[in-house]
């Protein structure tokens, strides 16, 4: 039996076109197939740098028995999570209903209808801890499908009927107020860890969507202690083993809670998210650390995940060979204070395993250390700490580098585009920005079609068959809305409009609730459906949110109205979950505040008063503002119509909730409007 992966263009697939297992793609044929031969269907789901698919792959779909067994009594279909997050949504939601849990790889057991019976993420080899062998699994539903066929369908019936029925707690169309904005914050209050930063335990995440509330919260009411969580999460982040003191960029997750040891997978999502939340932190207190995490960050995402026609990669492996021909994870980034001595030196090898908190028991596994700047580091000399760690990456550089998922996907490369666009604003790093641009036009060049649809993944340059999701359109459109804000090029504008077209005509339904698919994709056994922000903004609240932007830059009613209709969800899970909506807070900060539209006009672009009025009023702090910067009497941005100079000189006009400020040529007064 062939194995059907050679030609798509998913890393993770390809990583699977060589197992003896006779993969089928997510498609029509392979469920048409096990309706002909009369059997069940292995979902297999996972993604390009997942550690334990990798670890299962190996033990089980590369080994010639299983996949025998497989080949013979089973029809097998691999689905990469991030080209088919809509797949992925549906029968994740049934293996948490039935498990309690969940996560990847996901073993899912369907029958021909695609209607799941039985669930599971990763399958030993042998029975270890509890857990059967896989061989015992496939033997265990081969019976079931053979002698008790009944069954089994009476139990994928009422799976199903159950996931259909499932209704998510809306809340209504009324957006959230200062009481449900209060009860958030005192929520995370609650969960806050005030030791090492961050909320919860282990494994702890990086909080970027509730650090992005916080500091709009804090910038809206004055409130000291949600600026205090973010600047501490922020700084034990910046200072632990989870973010990379050699390259910049951030892991995954810490498995611990202080932040030490990383799950060491970098990607995009979170160094995008990350990226534009430390600019943020920046521009409200001026923190050097903050200034020097995002631009580190910022160079790590152009230097290391950037592709050859301009966008940028999804992720870099955990695992790399560590030198011995073995795939560990974490061995491209960990040191011994041996291994430092080997490359520093007898002088400054010690002062290393200091700076960097390597220990001789290690920090990790096998007496390793992760790099991390402890508390307590003391004061070194600048200059010498420079040299250490050029020398460390220069060193680090030479070692098997992790693999990289090269698959462009649109929803990440629009947070990536949003958070380089800002940040080369801020710190007046024009390459960034033209980054942010080439990834943009790759976006619309490549992913959108003539209908502004717009698809899912490309990689290498060709596009590839899965249709956008929410996610993908909301995300794009707030990174083209970022462009539009820092260039002043009404391009970006009008291709966020097109997508939020798009939203508005085939994602929203009657009540203002927003669905992951469009009316017209393929339909599966639910239409996906979660508001949750987990490891990136929920297709929902970055819907909302970039519904609001854009209604602010041009007036459109339509687009307001569905942002306040779909900000109901924050008011009914904010004060519950706040971790978990924390992009949808921060949308709603800025829909409390109006937002505020700012045009700045000058004589021409490259007037020096005008381009410092742009640059203040891009590192206004008020939540959401949107900004407008084009030459007076231009039709380019809505925004500008009207705004004449004032006595000649560029000007600056600050709108919020239909009420405008007198026109200011100073920047200190347009910076005290911008953060009152």
Request: proline fraction near 6%; include cysteine.
């Amino acid at each position: 039996m062939p194995n059907r992966l050679a030609h798509e263009t998913s890393p993770y697939l390809l990583q699977h076109a060589d197992n003896p297992v006779a993969w089928w793609p997510w498609s029509a044929e392979a469920f048409e197939e096990a309706r002909k031969t009369n059997r069940p269907v292995l979902l297999s789901v996972g993604y390009s740098s997942c550690h334990w698919c990798h670890v299962m792959a190996h033990e089980s779909f590369e080994d010639q028995p299983t996949a025998d067994y497989l080949n013979e009594h089973f029809v097998s279909v691999k689905v990469d999570r991030e080209e088919r997050p809509d797949v992925d949504a549906v029968y994740m939601e049934a293996v948490q209903a039935a498990t309690g849990q969940g996560g990847w790889p996901m073993t899912v057991f369907l029958t021909p209808d695609a209607e799941p019976f039985y669930f599971g993420t990763y399958f030993p080899p042998a029975p270890r801890h509890g857990m059967p062998s896989f061989r015992q699994v496939l033997e265990g539903v081969r019976s079931a499908w053979t002698d008790r066929r009944d069954e089994v369908a009476e139990v994928a019936g009422k799976i199903t009927r159950d996931l259909s029925q499932r209704e998510i707690d809306y809340g209504g169309t009324e957006a959230p107020g200062e009481e449900e904005l209060s009860a958030a914050l005192l929520g995370l209050t609650r969960e806050y860890d005030p030791q090492r930063g961050g909320f919860g335990g282990a494994p702890k995440f990086p909080p970027s969507m509730a650090l992005e509330f916080l500091l709009r919260h804090h910038a809206r009411t004055g409130a000291e202690g949600a600026l205090e969580m973010a600047r501490d999460t922020c700084e034990r982040m910046a200072r632990g083993g989870i973010y990379d003191q050699l390259a910049g960029g951030f892991a995954r997750y810490s498995v611990d809670r202080e932040w030490t040891v990383p799950h060491f997978e970098k990607m995009l999502y979170d160094n995008a998210l990350l990226c534009r939340v430390y600019a943020h932190l920046w521009r409200s207190t001026g923190s050097d650390l903050a200034r020097r995490v995002a631009i580190e960050t910022a160079d790590f995402m152009v230097r290391e995940l950037r592709t050859a026609e301009g966008g940028f990669a999804s992720a870099l492996d955990a695992d790399s060979d560590d030198g011995t021909g073995r795939h560990v994870e974490g061995a491209y980034y960990v040191w011994t204070p041996a291994q430092l001595t080997e490359v520093l030196g007898e002088q400054d090898g010690p002062l290393a395993a200091q700076y960097f908190g390597v220990t001789a028991d290690g920090t990790f596994e096998e007496g390793q250390s992760v790099l991390q700047l402890p508390q307590d580091e003391g004061v070194f000399d600048a200059e010498r700490i420079a040299s250490v760690k050029s020398r460390l990456l220069e060193a680090r550089s030479r070692r098997p580098a992790p693999g990289r998922d090269d698959k462009v996907v649109a929803a990440w490369n629009g947070l990536a585009i949003a958070a380089l666009a800002e940040t080369g604003a801020y710190f007046d790093r024009p390459d960034l920005v033209e980054a942010a641009v080439s990834a943009a036009d790759l976006l619309v060049r490549l992913h959108l079609d003539e209908h502004a649809k717009l698809a899912r993944t490309s990689k290498d340059g060709q596009v590839g068959a899965n249709a956008g999701v929410l996610e993908d359109y909301a995300d794009v459109a707030e990174g083209f809305l970022a462009l539009a804000s820092v260039t002043g090029e009404g391009v970006w504008l009008e291709f966020a409009g097109f997508l939020l077209d798009h939203v508005l005509a085939g994602f929203v339904d009657g009540s203002g609730a927003l669905y992951d698919t469009a009316a017209d994709a393929e339909r599966l056994i639910r239409r996906p459906q979660d508001p949750t922000d987990n490891a990136t903004p929920s297709g929902w609240t970055a819907a909302a949110g970039a519904l609001l932007g854009y209604a602010a830059q041009t007036g459109a009613e339509p687009h307001h109205t569905a942002a306040e209709r779909a900000l109901g969800v924050v008011k009914a899970l904010g004060p519950r979950v706040p971790r978990f909506i924390g992009w949808g807070l921060a949308v709603a900060e800025a829909y409390l505040d109006g937002p505020r539209e700012v045009a700045v006009v000058g004589p021409s672009l490259d007037d020096a008063a005008a381009r410092a009025l742009h640059r203040t009023a891009l590192l206004g702090t008020a939540p959401g503002a949107v900004v407008a910067f084009g030459v007076a009497g231009s039709d380019e941005l809505p925004l500008l119509a009207d705004r004449p100079l004032v006595d000649g000189e560029p000007a600056a006009y600050v709108c919020r909730n239909f009420t405008c400020d007198a026109p200011t040529t100073d920047p200190e007064r347009l910076r005290t409007a911008l953060s009152r």
